[in-house]
């Protein structure tokens, strides 16, 4: 089964480089999120519960190609970029402070719907809300269609960071401009892959915003900077965490479920047992449905009930593990394995069947990432993981992209264009106000920044945090830690734009109290 077909945790989520495995199978590859991240279901009434967050849906006219002065005689030298403006009835105008969202590799609906903390914060700074839509997602696509924006290599040349950051960077300059507020100061923000992408704007565009606060941002994860295995042992280790005998029986599993799918009918049994909608074609479509379950979970591993990826109870692992650990009534290791991992895909017992391909959120577009610029290394390590031993090849990503797409992957690109490498050294003496904000529960913490680099470029990181937990909405649930980590990142942010206001000769005040939200800043 080809590597590109598989599933990047968070998402951010976050897609990412081939695995090739030793095993019979080969393992999904981490993702930030994906086709098995958020799923439509057949038979299903479940609908997610929205929050009722204020904006206006705008377009702005986008350059297909920042970079390159020679116009498209074809007329496809622009595009559409949708972007969210959240209410400007409390922004404190001509200067207040723009809080920005650089999009993620989906739809920005969705994003803005999960990203509660700047909602919430906004107000207290006075702030505008814009939430942008990353190229070749969502709605913004070029050439007028994702048909035609995906037909090829030559159309999805321009699917890259640097030419959406170009799009960010163009679309703030044009928006404060008609808003007649070229005073305002600009803060990022972003999670997991927009995380990244906040984090490289500030320092590609110091002239565009004043700091970003990338939460749950792997930046470390290109180039052999970390090692390969490192995401997937956080992911067993959130396991044995909770069980040890939940681990065992997981690391287990692999070959129980592969030579049972060899067997006579073994296909059929597993396509029961697991409640696979139409019958399974081979035993590794299964497994990665199954490797992505967990990835995802040991993501989502908060405190309280979210709905992020999944409708999901908290600490979730735990109650996995619960029925995993469960062997009473004779119940066979397949039974075990799935009554754990329906906990993620079908916690509200809705779902009647499971469909392994579709792309709910329209992120499809990061298998090009993935094979140009976005080349992460990953590997499980026998000893340390619970899932099946393999080692990333350089050699065989590039095979596969090349018949995929044709094209030749750059696996030192982003660390040329944007650093990595001896990053302390770096930034402590060229950048400055990034907060990397990791919970170390999350697999990807392992390719962020985790100490602090300069007094103003700071690391936060919560032993018990899951994927960018720091940017949820907040709930009347979360624990003591996550309110004074949220109001940590508010105090940084709040010098951040004091010194700004103070050097440009205008006062500044923020609101210390939510209950104090009608009260106006001064600037």
Request: hydrophobic share 35%; with cysteine.
């Amino acid at each position: 089964m080809s590597s590109l077909n598989l599933v990047h945790l968070l998402l951010f989520l976050f897609l990412f480089p081939v695995l090739i495995s030793s095993s019979p199978y080969g393992p999904t590859y981490p993702q930030f999120l994906g086709r098995f991240s958020h799923r439509k279901f057949k038979n299903s009434n479940y609908s997610s519960n929205s929050n009722s967050y204020s904006y206006e849906t705008r377009y702005y006219t986008q350059q297909v190609d920042h970079f390159s002065f020679i116009g498209d005689t074809q007329g496809d030298s622009t595009f559409q970029q949708r972007y969210l403006l959240g209410s400007t009835d409390k922004w404190a105008r001509p200067r207040g402070p723009i809080f920005f969202y650089c999009g993620n590799e989906g739809d920005i609906l969705w994003f803005a719907e999960n990203t509660g903390f700047i909602w919430e914060i906004a107000p207290r700074f006075n702030a505008l809300v814009v939430f942008a839509e990353h190229r070749y997602y969502g709605e913004s696509m070029p050439y007028g269609s994702k048909d035609a924006a995906y037909s090829g290599a030559k159309s999805l040349a321009y699917l890259t960071a640097e030419q959406a950051l170009a799009d960010y960077a163009t679309l703030l300059i044009d928006l404060k401009h008609n808003m007649s507020s070229e005073d305002s100061p600009v803060v990022l923000f972003g999670g997991s892959y927009a995380g990244m992408l906040a984090a490289w704007m500030r320092l590609k565009y110091p002239n565009i915003a004043i700091g970003a606060l990338a939460s749950s941002a792997p930046i470390l994860q290109f180039d052999d900077i970390v090692p390969a295995d490192t995401f997937y042992n956080i992911v067993s280790n959130d396991f044995k965490r909770e069980s040890e005998s939940c681990f065992n029986s997981i690391k287990k599993s692999w070959d129980v479920l592969q030579a049972e799918g060899n067997d006579q009918n073994g296909l059929l049994k597993l396509t029961k047992t697991f409640r696979i909608c139409d019958t399974l074609n081979n035993t590794g479509d299964l497994l990665d449905w199954i490797d992505s379950a967990y990835s995802y979970l040991a993501m989502v591993d908060y405190p309280c009930p979210s709905d992020f990826l999944m409708p999901l109870p908290a600490n979730p692992i735990k109650e996995v593990c619960r029925h995993i650990d469960d062997d009473s009534d004779g119940k066979t290791l397949a039974e075990r394995i799935y009554a754990g991992v329906n906990v993620y895909y079908n916690y509200t017992g809705n779902y009647t069947c499971f469909d392994l391909d579709d792309d709910p959120h329209g992120m499809n577009g990061w298998q090009w990432q993935a094979c140009t610029e976005m080349i992460m290394p990953f590997a499980s390590n026998p000893e340390t993981s619970m899932f099946p031993p393999y080692d990333f090849s350089l050699a065989d990503r590039e095979n596969e992209c090349r018949m995929t797409y044709n094209v030749s992957i750059r696996p030192r690109w982003i660390t040329t264009e944007f650093g990595g490498h001896n990053i302390s050294t770096v930034l402590e003496k060229f950048g400055s106000n990034i907060i990397f904000s990791n919970g170390l529960l999350d697999p990807w913490s392992g390719g962020g920044v985790l100490k602090n680099i300069s007094e103003s470029i700071i690391a936060l990181v919560a032993p018990l945090g899951a994927h960018h937990i720091d940017l949820r909405p907040s709930t009347d649930e979360d624990p003591d830690w996550l309110v004074n980590f949220r109001e940590t990142e508010i105090n940084i942010i709040k010098g951040w734009l004091s010194d700004y206001y103070n050097a440009i000769g205008a006062s500044f005040s923020v609101i210390s109290d939510r209950s104090e939200q009608d009260s106006l800043i001064s600037i």
